[in-house]
């Protein structure tokens, strides 16, 4: 069985809840479901300082009728994706260009709207847009393993649930202020995640420089 798939999460979670064998939470219903919230409120987390470590390949945004806005598509439950972290617009793929991006820039090309961006001007856009951005992450199945890397990592997902679950209807806050002291841990918790994520991304994640153009292919066009 693979490191920290949706089955070892599972695990974790029970023996981090001290769970028995036998429990009255089900696993697809009570267990899976707690599992995904929990990654989602990690993704956001990390997005929020390192999104480095979570962006998409360079996907196409969806155009309205009018394709005067532009959308990221929805989330496994059909809600609009809101893209996470420093969200980077360009009309073609060559303006993710290494570590400099010299692609569109918000509030002078568009405007971020969270869920769409605007075309300016009430103008509309004719072409494709490429976007990438963090996204709400699939939920965690028994076939679709969380998306945190490294691996070990996923284990936060496993505490972050028990917490959450342990703070529902407070039903047992000492459990919950045992997994706070978990995530909390400087050596094995999120403050240790963010550490090995920052010694790989020392700028924080996927800012833009426009005025470092002279990096880009000449073939840009209008991407700068």
């Known amino acids: 069985m693979p490191v920290w798939d949706g089955p070892a999460l599972v695990t974790a979670f029970e023996n981090e809840a001290g769970l028995e ?34 962006y998409s390949a360079p996907f196409t ?11 990221f598509g929805n989330d496994a439950q059909g809600n609009p994706n809101i893209g996470l972290g420093w969200v980077q617009i360009a009309p073609n793929q060559s303006a993710f260009s290494g570590d400099t991006f010299v692609g569109w820039v918000k509030d002078r090309d568009f405007l971020d709207e969270g869920d769409k961006i605007r075309i300016m001007s009430n103008r509309s856009w ?52 045992a997994m706070a002291s978990k995530w909390t841990d400087r050596d094995y918790g999120f403050p240790a995640l963010m550490l090995e994520y920052k010694k790989r991304w020392q700028g924080g994640g996927a800012g833009w420089d426009p005025a470092r153009w002279y990096f880009a292919a000449p073939d840009l066009g209008t991407a700068g």
């Open 21 to 54: 064998d036998a429990h009255e939470l089900d696993v697809d219903t009570d267990i899976y479901p707690r599992l995904s919230q929990a990654q989602v409120k990690l993704v956001e987390r990390i997005a929020g300082i390192y999104p480095d470590a979570l």
């Open 61 to 71: 945004l969806t155009p309205s009728v009018d394709r005067k806005t532009f959308s």
């Open 126 to 177: 004719p072409g494709t847009l490429y976007c990438r951005a963090v996204l709400t992450p699939p939920d965690i199945t028994a076939l679709q393993p969380p998306v945190i890397n490294p691996a070990s990592a996923r284990e936060l997902i496993a505490v972050l649930a028990v917490q959450r679950w342990a703070l529902e209807g407070n039903q047992n806050p000492k459990l919950a202020q």
